[in-house]
T-cell receptor, first 111, second 112 residues
Framework: AQSVTQPDIHITVSEGASLELRCNYS??????LFWYVQSPGQGLQLLLK??????LVQGIKGFEAEFKRSQSSFNLRKPSVHWSDAAEYFC?????????FGQGTTLQVKP | DGGITQSPKYLFRKEGQNVTLSCEQN?????MYWYRQDPGQGLRLIYY???????QKGDIAEGYSVSREKKESFPLTVTSAQKNPTAFYLC???????????FGPGTRLLVL
C-alpha cells in the first residue's frame, strides 16, 4: 500500500540556520509529490510539488525539495530559516485523485 | 477573490447531536474532499467527491455523511454515531485534470 513517512516528528533549528525535513514514500509508479505548510489553527498552504522533469523543485518562501527515486525520498530544504517558518510541514503523495499524507513535522525556530 | 471557505471556525456539539460543517468554493473545481486532523496523526480522508451528485467514502467515513448537490458546496455532517468527533476538519478542492488540492481554513469541532 502507498504510504508516506516523515521520520522527524519535531525539529528545532536556530534562526538563520539551514533546514532539511525528510520525507520517504512508498509508491509503485512515478509519484506526484507535495509539501504543504500549516500554521497553528490554519489550513494547509502548498509550498511546492513534483510531477516530473527536473528533480530539484523550487517553491514559495525560499523552500526547495529534491526528488530522489533511488532513495524514495522528497526532502524539503531551506538555506536560512526565519522565525516565521515555525509551523507544521506535511509531505503527501497522490494516489488516484486522493492524497496520502505523512504524519507531519513540527518546526520550532530558536531566536 | 477565489478560494475555499469553511464555516463556522469553531463548532460545539452536544452528546447525541448531529452537526453540519460547511465548505464552499468558488474556484470552479470539480473535486472536493473532507479530512480530519488529530494531533500527531496527519490528515485522514473522510469523504471525497469527484463530481456533483457523486461521492465516495475515504478511510474513516464511519459516523460521517456528506452531500454534493451543487458544484460549489460539499457539506459534512458529523452524526451522533461518531463517538470521538473532537478534531480539526479541513476541506479541500481540486480542478478537473489537475493534481493539486487547495485547502480551506478549517473548522474545529469540540464536544460539550
Amino acid at each position: 500500500a502507498q504510504s508516506v513517512t516523515q521520520p522527524d516528528i519535531h525539529i528545532t533549528v536556530s534562526e538563520g540556520a539551514s533546514l532539511e525535513l525528510r520525507c520517504n514514500y512508498s509508491y509503485g509508479a512515478t509519484p506526484y509529490l507535495f509539501w504543504y505548510v500549516q500554521s497553528p489553527g490554519q489550513g494547509l498552504q502548498l509550498l511546492l510539488k513534483y510531477f516530473s522533469g527536473d528533480t530539484l523543485v523550487q517553491g514559495i518562501k525560499g523552500f526547495e525539495a529534491e526528488f530522489k527515486r533511488s532513495q524514495s525520498s522528497f526532502n524539503l530544504r531551506k538555506p536560512s530559516v526565519h522565525w516565521s517558518d515555525a509551523a507544521e510541514y506535511f509531505c503527501a503523495v497522490r494516489n488516484t485523485g486522493k492524497l496520502i499524507f505523512g504524519q507531519g513535522t513540527t518546526l520550532q525556530v530558536k531566536p | 477573490d477565489g478560494g475555499i471557505t469553511q464555516s463556522p471556525k469553531y463548532l460545539f456539539r452536544k452528546e447525541g447531536q448531529n452537526v453540519t460543517l460547511s465548505c464552499e468554493q468558488n474556484l470552479n473545481h470539480d473535486a472536493m474532499y473532507w479530512y480530519r486532523q488529530d494531533p500527531g496523526q496527519g490528515l485522514r480522508l473522510i469523504y471525497y467527491s469527484q463530481i456533483v451528485n457523486d461521492f465516495q467514502k475515504g478511510d474513516i467515513a464511519e459516523g460521517y455523511s456528506v452531500s454534493r448537490e451543487k458544484k460549489e458546496s460539499f457539506p459534512l455532517t458529523v452524526t451522533s454515531a461518531q463517538k470521538n468527533p473532537t478534531a480539526f476538519y479541513l476541506c479541500a478542492s481540486r480542478g478537473r485534470g489537475k493534481e493539486t488540492q487547495y485547502f480551506g481554513p478549517g473548522t474545529r469541532l469540540l464536544v460539550l
